[in-house]
């Protein structure tokens, strides 16, 4: 079935250093995209998503390029903040399809 | 943007009895919503969907007379974990997909912590 499979954490980087999480998934036909954040003790926020291939997905200095070549979504930001210290799950949702299937998350602390 | 809402957002029980957690959708209308359950640094696992007006659809291996799922309005999904253990401790987590775009918001989730 489908599936994705991201970069095992936890990953621990120096404020302004360059981030990538990686991301790749398994699905037939089309699916759509996601990445979501989540905080300490909270629930799972949206951060960008991607509907079609060579669709690039991008908030808050985070981006990802829809691969359809390489059946990846990898998360990039150029200079990470203490504030993004969060778990990141990578979520693939397939065509006409309701259900999220969602990676096992990576989990990023950044020190000052 | 959109919200979801869930409550409470934690709640502790002694074995044997029953928790009801609300998830609402407060400026949408939800014809889907699902329930997830996440343990301790782990990913989220679907334990079902719901439509309104219908019942719901139970993963593999999740217990529908364990896990009772209501879906009555629009608006409002109900998950009652009966005769909690604990091994049921867990973060219950909703979402809720927007009728009207397809995209699928998540609730703040509920630590549920059984004695």
């Known amino acids: 079935g489908d599936s994705v499979t991201q970069m095992e954490g936890p990953v621990t980087l120096s404020e302004e250093a360059f981030l990538t999480i990686n991301c790749t998934y398994t699905?037939?036909?089309?699916?759509?995209l996601f990445w979501y954040v989540q905080y300490p003790g909270e629930g799972l926020q949206l951060l960008l998503k991607a509907t079609k291939a060579d669709d690039k997905g991008s908030n808050k200095g985070f981006e990802a390029t829809y691969r359809k070549e390489t059946t990846s979504f990898h998360l990039e930001k150029g200079s990470v903040q203490v504030s993004d210290s969060a778990v990141y799950f990578c979520?693939?949702?397939?065509?006409?399809?309701?259900?999220?299937?969602f990676g096992a998350g990576t989990r990023l602390t950044v020190k000052p | 943007g959109a919200v979801v809402s869930q409550h409470p957002s934690w709640v502790i029980c002694k074995s044997g009895t029953s928790v009801k957690i609300e998830c609402r959708s407060l400026?949408?209308?939800?014809?889907?919503m699902f329930w997830y359950r996440q343990f301790p640094k782990q990913s989220l696992m679907l334990m079902a969907t719901s439509n309104e007006g219908s019942k719901a659809t139970y993963e593999q291996g999740v217990e529908k007379d364990k896990f009772l799922i209501n879906h009555a309005s629009l608006t409002l999904s109900t998950l009652t974990v009966t005769s909690a253990h604990p091994e049921d401790s867990s973060f219950y987590i909703c979402?809720?997909?927007?009728?009207?775009?397809?995209?699928?918001?998540f609730g703040p989730g509920t630590r549920l912590t059984v004695l």
């Open positions: 699905a037939t036909g089309y699916p759509s």
């Open positions: 979402s809720a997909r927007d009728r009207s775009y397809g995209t699928q918001y």
């Open positions: 400026d949408f209308q939800a014809t889907t």
């Open positions: 979520a693939l949702s397939p065509h006409n399809n309701n259900d999220m299937r």
